[in-house]
């Protein structure tokens, strides 16, 4: 769909009152979330969501990233819930995501699963990688096999169901789906769920290892200390927290790292469905 600036307007309003909501139950926990990837960026040069945008990431630590799966289901407000696979088996999504109740959000390529589909907003965990190259690659390759495995489950399930067009599933060559189907029919979804979080915090007890990441990229990385304690910047009407060394993060996520970048770059999630009140609202397509 094409956003209207009317349109744009509106969904940025409602993505600041989500991530309000996911800084207060942070700060009932004392716990930190940090921007990350283009709302990074937003932070850097806008001091706002980038204008174009209609998503808003953020990153946790390991282990603020579990206390807040465990705890924040009680204390998000009764306009919100939390998506993650302890509390929503049927999503595809290994990563958690805030949505709010009562939206309509609906992305392509999810939209055949039985899940909430409200606005959101995205909750990374980061885990310690590996100083070395050869290794940091090697966990990195082996964490993305898994996290693969873990999406992807969902589609085999309805494989029957989902055209192949639209399905993850078959974009996969024939001999990883092979792999796939055979493992599917071994193991649970929650032995692949426990068997991905195990992978990704591989390192996570070695505090030598001074770098981390969003395990699956490369592009993610920021020093241990610069998320640990992050530093406060303007974000809208808001101030949001973001590592403490943004530029070097940023350039380890963008080699080129311009305000003004091209129309064509200037990409969304551009949803099928969208709408601000499901039950009396408008739903735009």
């Known amino acids: 769909m094409q ?7 509106g969904i940025h309003a409602v993505l600041f009152e989500i991530i309000e909501e996911v800084q207060r139950v942070c700060r009932l926990l004392s716990i930190n979330t940090f921007a990350i990837g283009g709302t990074a960026i937003g932070v850097h040069f806008w001091q706002n969501i980038l204008p174009w945008d209609d998503d808003v990431d953020f990153g946790m630590l390991r282990e603020d990233y579990t206390k807040f799966l465990r705890e924040a289901p009680a204390l998000l407000g009764e306009e919100f819930e939390l998506q993650e696979f302890s509390t929503d088996p049927n999503t595809p999504f290994y990563w958690a995501k805030v949505r709010k109740k009562n939206t309509l959000f609906l992305e392509d390529g999810v939209e055949m699963f039985d899940i909430a589909h409200g606005f959101f907003v995205d909750i990374f965990p980061f885990d310690r990688t590996p100083n070395g190259r050869f290794v940091e690659r090697f966990h990195r390759a082996e964490t993305a096999w898994f ?33 796939l189907g055979i493992l599917y029919r071994l193991v649970s979804r929650e032995w692949l769920y426990g068997k991905m979080q195990k992978e990704m915090g591989w390192f996570n007890d070695n505090e030598e290892c001074r770098w981390v990441n969003v395990v699956r990229l490369g592009i993610d990385k920021a020093e241990y200390d610069s998320v640990r304690h992050p530093v406060w910047r303007k974000f809208g009407r808001l101030e949001v927290c973001v590592p403490r060394d943004l530029e070097a993060y940023l350039h380890h996520h963008y080699p080129v790292l311009v305000k003004d ?3 064509e770059q200037r990409v969304n999630h551009a949803p099928l469905k969208l709408s601000f009140d499901v039950k009396n609202g408008k739903i735009y397509e």
């Not at 956003?3 to 307007?9: A, E």
């Not at 693969?148 to 789906?177: D, M, N, T």
């Open 3 to 9: 956003y209207t600036p009317q349109i744009l307007s």
């Open 147 to 179: 996290i693969s495995a873990f999406s992807l489950h969902p589609y085999w399930q309805q494989r029957r169901e989902i055209p192949r067009s639209k399905s993850l599933y078959y974009r996969k060559s024939v001999v990883s789906r092979l792999v």
């Open 261 to 263: 970048i091209p129309e």
